[in-house]
T-cell receptor, first 115, second 113 residues
């Protein structure tokens, strides 16, 4: 079974530029998550989708971050404009559905460096 | 406000010995706990989980213990192998309808041959 796919793996941009990340979840997984992991910290949830609807985006900086999951499959996360503090690894995860015991499976992440 | 705490940034053990990784939480609404392992340049990989209705769960060399009264869980790896060297994250969920995971900062385990 193919895992969660993410691209690109690495991205370097200058502050105030825009960037987009792509995620393709495990086939059949209805729930998709985007996490931000800053160096030395654990992953922090940015946004959660159930099919193509947003379940939780309470920690998404909506003035600069946006995400969509058209057709309930793959998803894109965009940052515009980027700030220095956005340097982090952006992880995508998926789970079969959204219950207390469902396991989230993570992709390899995209390492973003903002100069 | 850090709801899941891993107070040891790193741990070093000898191959064949036991590794014990600890995790504390503050939110009494958490009812499901997971451990993830992360190698460099890879995403976290699910290792083992435990529900709050249990106090122990075992899977091969990995055992997770939960002490609800102390709001503490631990991961035991016996025997430890060099391939276990990685960052281990404790995560918890519950207390809401979105079932989001709250992670600790991680513990770097190094198993020396």
């Amino acid at each position: 079974e193919a895992g969660v796919a993410q691209s690109p793996r690495y991205k370097i941009i200058e502050k105030r530029q825009s960037v987009a990340f792509w995620c393709n979840p495990i086939s059949g997984h209805a729930t998709l998550y985007w996490y931000q992991q800053i160096l030395g910290q654990g992953p922090k949830l940015l946004i959660q989708f159930q099919n193509n609807g947003v379940v939780d985006d309470s920690q998404l900086p909506k003035d600069r971050f946006s995400a969509e999951r058209l057709k309930g499959v793959d998803s894109t996360l965009k940052i515009q404009p980027a700030k220095l503090e956005d340097s982090a690894v952006y992880l995508c995860a998926s789970s079969i559905t959204r219950t207390s015991t469902d396991t989230q499976y993570f992709g390899p992440g995209t390492r973003l460096t903002v100069l | 406000d850090q709801q899941v705490k891993q107070n040891s940034p790193s741990l070093s053990v000898q191959e064949g010995r036991i590794s014990i990784l600890n995790c504390d939480y503050t939110n009494s609404m958490f009812d499901y706990f997971l451990w993830y392992k992360k190698y460099p340049a890879e995403g976290p990989t699910f290792l083992i989980s435990i529900s709050s209705i249990k106090d122990k769960n075992e899977d091969g060399r990995f055992t997770v213990f939960l002490n609800k009264s102390a709001k503490h869980l631990s991961l035991h790896i016996v025997p430890s192998q060099p391939g276990d060297s990685a960052v281990y994250f404790c995560a918890a969920k519950g207390g809401g309808s979105n079932y989001k995971l709250t992670f600790g900062k991680g513990t770097l385990l190094t198993v020396n041959p």
